[in-house]
């Protein structure tokens, strides 16, 4: 109650100022935000495995309402869950302010204290973000500097993690330097060449209140980084390595940590490849080495995924990759490739085509047996980075493969065709956490046709079909979505599980949308079933369990 | 002047994150605060001695053997008066009796285990038992002797506990007993207090007494003589410490008030490694209080080894 008046207090204040300066011409600031609202009712429906919900209907909300004037910025979020919707973390419950902060900028010097967000280099040792469609914000509350002169920019954070409504039990304290060559020696370094180079540094403190072990109160990570970029050519790459940090996730293992990840490529009109690798050993890292949670809670780094983020909902949905921060190496290949239009295989238009391929696999290790009695130096395992693990039979330890290919090409005015094809290996047991289960070798094939009607409306129709015979079987998603610019679009989708081996859960999954869209908000209805997934952001992902009702999502900023 | 300040800020920020950092070369380094001689502290499992006696308990040392067919007659006598007299009788089977205690020498013979004593052996050569069954009852002479035959025992029980003044308490005993599981090490630290006045030297015993223990007895009860299995031996003496029967002096010429304290890990404290093959949950310690001038037990009481046991 006392946070909604402070809230209502706020909002009025701001609203008030807001309205004066407009009066009086006088430059008081800017306030901007965005609030999303979503809430669903749920119809019991067993069959496809859809929980009964007591409260019949969920919400989750937030609101962001930031303030910014000349070089001074402070902003808020406040967020909602009534109770929190099927899928995230039940520990979201309540109300509350989430997220407060201050903040001096004038370009060169960047003070901030509250709450923030910050990444080191690509987020190997420390990436705090906010991604509210997974249910992740671990975001520092504390201090942050920031200072840049001459090409030379630095970083240094201190603060402690959000965990839902509370905060973590750990003080990650980080610094960052990087070095911007072309800025330092301008004229001096060669043209159409841009090098930068930088280091990072973040330790972790949390108090050894563990009877049976001598824990690491302060653990340290750090790594290097550079990136090359020579006319079209570019070359990156970054190295961290993380001192010993025996937590939940690794059994409480003694090992240290390392990464490496690589990345090169080549682009020029209508060309473009891009080869990226990473190995790494041994990297979870979170603020509470108690902490073992799916959802995420209080990581302090992120690993960036390599493998493509489908969008097609079988593709998408079914069978994922989410990266394995235990150990893997993985390595993406992708190129486009534009054919010209005009030419008999591009035809009037055009046509692209992206081949991507990526594959991630175990390292290769060897169990130490060392953490079974007191005494023994509990380092788990040896591993070699640059070595792919075999499994006991021999065989490759594979996580996950990715072959796709994608084609696009306007045919005429009125049609543009994509067709897509996937053929996928995921590693079930490892990545559903279901031992002695078999692989899925699966084929995926898309076409998507749009249709424009006239200047306002279109059709887009969506033909999916995945082929396999591990698991539930084959699947196809029938999707027709009307679009009449720029407010409204209708959709209705229906995903079959026609090949599933039990007759009796051959399940439709029927959904139907209805979309308002006027300046920045939007509204949608959808009401249907919606069968359990996994959704994924940027390697990281969430079960979405199985679900029949109505959803009603409001968006808007401001 | 600011932009230096803040140079020198982020340096020392990033120089501080640099050097936070703990390498832990051994995992249970810890463990050495709660490991001492008498093993990890914290697999103690402490008992206090919450009796709080009302009245002496009278005690009889039965002597007796596996091999001897009349004893567990004895044993069910010495249980009728414990059942008889709750609180005011115990009675603890000491397993030595010569032959009829030892075990088999042939490896295949029926009564394998060893259940005799250093202290009761002294015991039974001190007070001269020969014969069995026998026993000593608070080790007083009775018709000048201190072996008292089994058919005398109800008799001289009754007479102790028709004389109140006999009944009274001589010791007040607040003692803590610490068992590691682990190490199997027990300690006792005694704080006994005298209630009336003693002449002589008075010592403190600490009794091991085993229950539920299951191996065959011979029983004369039963004509075919075959042993019985599955005798169950209750309050069988395991062992006596320190120096087996002897124990330590607490007293000489006490007077009323008078108190014996050991504090926690001093040389007092008493201690005793429990043989592996002995059931801890089962065991229960006993301590003695007698006047080595006169022999006689003053003061006996028991108590649960572990908190779950007993």
Known sequence: MRLFIVLTVLIAVVFSVHTQAQEKKVDLGEVHGNFDLRGQFYNPDSAIGAPEVPEKFLFNGFANINYHKGNFYAGLRYESYQNVLLGFAPEYQGNGITNRFVQYNDGQLDITVGNFYEQFGNGQILRAYYEPSLGIDNSIDGARFKYNIHGIYLKAVIGQQRWYFEQSPGIVRGGDIEFQLNEILKDRMPKKTRVSFGFSAVSKYQEDNNVDLTLPENVLAYGGRMQVKYKKWMLRGEYTYKYNDPNADNGYIYKEGQMLQLTASYNRKGFGVTVSAHTLDNMFFRSDRNNSSQFQDMFINYIPALTKQHTYNLMATLYPYATQPRGEIAFQGDVIYKIKKGTALGGKYGTTVNVNYSYAANLDTTNLNDVDSIGQARQGYTSNLFKIGERANGSTDQYFGDFNIEISRKLNKTFKLRAVYQNLLYRRELLEGKPGVGNVYANVGVLDLLTKLNRKSSIRTELQGLFTNQDKGDWATFLVEYTYAPHWFVSVMDQWNYGNDIEDEQFHFPIASVGYIKEATRITLSYGRQREGIFCVGGVCRVVPASNGLTVSITSSF | ?310
């Open chain 2, 1 to 310: 002047m600011m932009k230096k300040l803040l140079w020198i800020l982020n340096l020392f920020l990033v120089t501080g994150v640099f050097t936070s950092c703990d390498e832990v070369d051994d995992p249970y380094e810890h463990l050495d605060e709660f490991i001492t001689d008498t093993g990890d502290s914290r697999f103690n499992d402490t008992v206090m001695n919450d009796a709080n006696l009302s009245s002496r308990v009278i005690l009889i040392e039965d002597f007796t053997g596996h091999k001897c067919p009349n004893c567990p007659a004895a044993t069910d006598l010495g249980k009728q008066l414990v059942d008889d007299n709750p609180g005011q009788v115990f009675v603890v089977a000491v397993h030595n009796s010569g032959n009829f205690s030892e075990p088999d020498s042939d490896p295949d013979g029926k009564f394998q285990a060893d259940y005799e004593t250093e202290a009761g052996e002294n015991l039974r050569v001190e007070f001269q038992i020969a014969s069995f069954p026998a026993g000593l009852i608070d080790r007083q002479e009775w018709n000048n002797s201190f072996r008292v035959g089994m058919g005398q025992w109800e008799n001289n029980v009754n007479t102790k506990l028709q004389n109140p003044d006999y009944m009274e308490l001589n010791f007040r005993v607040n003692s803590t007993n610490i068992y590691n599981t682990d190490s199997r090490i027990l300690r006792v630290v005694p704080n006994v207090t005298a209630l009336d006045s003693e002449s002589g030297e008075i010592y403190f015993v600490v009794y091991i007494l085993e229950n539920g223990i299951v191996s065959p007895q011979e029983d004369s009860r039963f004509p075919d003589s075959t042993p019985i299995k599955d005798y169950i031996h209750n309050h069988l003496l395991r062992a006596s410490f320190p120096l087996d029967d002897i124990g330590t002096k607490i007293f000489e010429n006490p007077s009323s008030g008078d108190q014996y304290m050991t504090e926690f890990q001093s040389m007092d404290e008493l201690r005793f490694e429990l043989k592996p093959e002995w059931a801890a949950q089962n065991c229960e310690v006993a301590y003695v209080i007698y006047n080595r001038t006169s022999k006689e037990v003053l003061h006996f009481e028991t108590m649960p080894l572990m908190n779950s046991g007993g």
